[in-house]
């Protein structure tokens, strides 16, 4: 039976006929659907907050014959707390693994948040990010200064003056001490003695009028180049002071270091003095030579302590930063408020995940739980290498710009 083209009735009596078949109309397609995500809105009087924490454990023992940790023949029975309980099928030495597992930052989700501000209230951590960035911007005002007047006053090399027939070169590098009033005002001046010869009395002074009183520094390193007429030979001592003139001039004098270029032979004098009529022996003026070139462990490695603080400690350095030091003060805070703001975001994944004090770790007034230290290790491999990277970029930046500037505008020319 097939469906006629005059319908199923008839048109003049309006009866139905038998020979045909009825058939329904398809169902309209229905629209396709967009995937829409319902939030729902937190009601504090009805609803009821569950936490969810994971936890990946393993219990694994030492094969002797992979010489390596592995799980055969062990599965974990129970976790919590930071503890696992084992069982085994074979004895052996037994060991467990514990990886805590992070927060999941969901970025809609804090989006959602701004937004209810006005009805949760919760505004303690925009209030302290807040405070951070002020803080950022307050200090960053006050180190872009020092930054200009370092930039302003810094130089690669100062050249003493000597006659324009004098070709010999040597390098003199003076370092002054890192500690507060180490600098000094006065006018200091240097004799050097060698096996052939003696360089006479040079004043190490800077004639530029924008330059004054930037020489011998806190922490700095002063270089002077120096021509004679021929070679002094093997250094044998220098002989050094100042005149005692200015409002400080008391003076920290670290180390002095001389290099012949022409052979790319090198001395250094080890001083660790005062050079004050109010400070350790009351002299302003040493012979320092071989003999007294040595120091005993302790003042060896205070050296190296302030001077590591004052060029490596990323928020110390901040302060105290030597002068001829191109990884900048900015630089410096910048790095430190990298380092503050990837903590806070390591303590946003681990927040509220710590373990409880069972069997804990007492280490004087400080008590904590495996799973805290295995937490904190954690926090540490994250915030860690993303700010070396950081730190590293702008102090090859710095060593870019150190290198071409020393390739422009160094050019030896005689007085």
């Given at each position: 039976?097939?469906?006629?083209?005059?319908?199923?009735?008839?048109?003049?009596?309006?009866?139905?006929?038998?020979?045909?078949?009825?058939?329904?109309?398809?169902?309209?397609?229905?629209?396709?659907?967009?995937?829409?995500?319902?939030?729902?809105?937190?009601?504090?009087?009805?609803?009821?907050?569950?936490?969810?924490?994971?936890?990946?454990?393993?219990c694994v023992y030492w094969s002797e014959t992979f010489d390596k940790w592995i799980s055969s023949g062990c599965r974990v029975l129970a976790e919590s707390d930071g503890f696992l309980n084992c069982s085994c099928s074979h004895l052996t030495s037994f060991g467990g693994s514990l990886l805590v597992e992070s927060n999941h930052i969901d970025l809609d989700k804090v989006l959602v948040e701004f937004q209810r501000l006005s009805e949760t209230g919760n505004?303690?951590?925009?209030?302290?990010?807040?405070?951070?960035?002020?803080?950022?911007?307050?200090?960053?005002?006050?180190?872009?200064?020092?930054?200009?007047?370092?930039?302003?006053?810094?130089?690669?090399?100062?050249?003493?003056?000597?006659?324009?027939?004098?070709?010999?070169?040597?390098?003199?590098?003076?370092?002054?001490?890192?500690?507060?009033?180490?600098?000094?005002?006065?006018?200091?001046?240097?004799?050097?003695?060698?096996?052939?010869?003696?360089?006479?009395?040079?004043?190490?002074?800077?004639?530029?009028?924008?330059?004054?009183?930037?020489?011998?520094?806190?922490?700095?390193?002063?270089?002077?180049?120096?021509?004679?007429?021929?070679?002094?030979?093997?250094?044998?001592?220098?002989?050094?002071?100042?005149?005692?003139?200015?409002?400080?001039?008391?003076?920290?004098?670290?180390?002095?270091?001389?290099?012949?270029?022409?052979?790319?032979?090198?001395?250094?004098?080890?001083?660790?003095?005062?050079?004050?009529?109010?400070?350790?022996?009351?002299?302003?003026?040493?012979?320092?030579?071989?003999?007294?070139?040595?120091?005993?462990?302790?003042?060896?490695?205070?050296?190296?302590?302030?001077?590591?603080?004052?060029?490596?400690?990323?928020?110390?350095?901040?302060?105290?930063?030597?002068?001829?030091?191109?990884?900048?003060?900015?630089?410096?805070?910048?790095?430190?408020?990298?380092?503050?703001?990837?903590?806070?975001?390591?303590?946003?994944?681990?927040?509220?995940?710590?373990?409880?004090?069972?069997?804990?770790?007492?280490?004087?007034?400080?008590?904590?739980?495996?799973?805290?230290?295995?937490?904190?290790?954690?926090?540490?491999?994250?915030?860690?290498?993303?700010?070396?990277?950081?730190?590293?970029?702008?102090?090859?930046?710095?060593?870019?710009?150190?290198?071409?500037?020393?390739?422009?505008?160094?050019?030896?020319?005689?007085?």
């Amino acid at each position: 039976m097939r469906k006629t083209q005059g319908g199923c009735y008839n048109g003049r009596i309006g009866r139905r006929k038998r020979s045909c078949i009825e058939v329904k109309d398809p169902p309209p397609t229905s629209p396709q659907s967009e995937n829409v995500r319902v939030i729902p809105v937190y009601d504090s009087t009805t609803d009821q907050n569950y936490t969810l924490k994971v936890a990946l454990g393993s219990c694994v023992y030492w094969s002797e014959t992979f010489d390596k940790w592995i799980s055969s023949g062990c599965r974990v029975l129970a976790e919590s707390d930071g503890f696992l309980n084992c069982s085994c099928s074979h004895l052996t030495s037994f060991g467990g693994s514990l990886l805590v597992e992070s927060n999941h930052i969901d970025l809609d989700k804090v989006l959602v948040e701004f937004q209810r501000l006005s009805e949760t209230g919760n505004i303690a951590v925009i209030v302290a990010i807040a405070v951070v960035l002020l803080c950022y911007v307050a200090v960053l005002v006050i180190v872009r200064k020092f930054d200009m007047e370092d930039a302003k006053n810094r130089e690669l090399s100062i050249q003493l003056p000597s006659s324009s027939s004098s070709t010999y070169e040597y390098v003199i590098e003076i370092t002054t001490g890192a500690w507060k009033n180490s600098s000094t005002t006065a006018h200091v001046a240097l004799e050097i003695y060698g096996s052939d010869g003696k360089s006479g009395v040079l004043q190490l002074s800077q004639e530029e009028p924008d330059a004054i009183n930037t020489l011998f520094s806190r922490g700095n390193s002063d270089v002077f180049v120096l021509y004679v007429n021929k070679s002094l030979g093997s250094i044998q001592g220098v002989q050094i002071g100042h005149d005692n003139f200015g409002d400080n001039p008391s003076w920290y004098l670290e180390e002095i270091l001389i290099r012949d270029v022409q052979s790319q032979q090198s001395w250094k004098f080890m001083t660790n003095q005062w050079f004050a009529l109010e400070r350790g022996d009351g002299r302003i003026e040493r012979i320092i030579d071989k003999s007294s070139n040595h120091l005993d462990f302790g003042n060896e490695v205070a050296r190296l302590w302030r001077r590591g603080l004052a060029e490596w400690h990323i928020w110390i350095s901040v302060a105290v930063k030597l002068r001829r030091s191109r990884f900048t003060r900015v630089q410096r805070l910048s790095c430190c408020l990298s380092v503050l703001l990837t903590a806070m975001l390591t303590n946003a994944m681990f927040y509220n995940l710590e373990g409880k004090y069972e069997q804990p770790i007492q280490v004087g007034p400080l008590k904590m739980s495996w799973r805290q230290v295995v937490t904190g290790i954690e926090s540490a491999l994250v915030v860690t290498p993303i700010n070396i990277f950081i730190v590293f970029l702008f102090q090859k930046g710095a060593e870019k710009v150190t290198t071409s500037e020393a390739t422009r505008s160094f050019v030896p020319s005689q007085v």
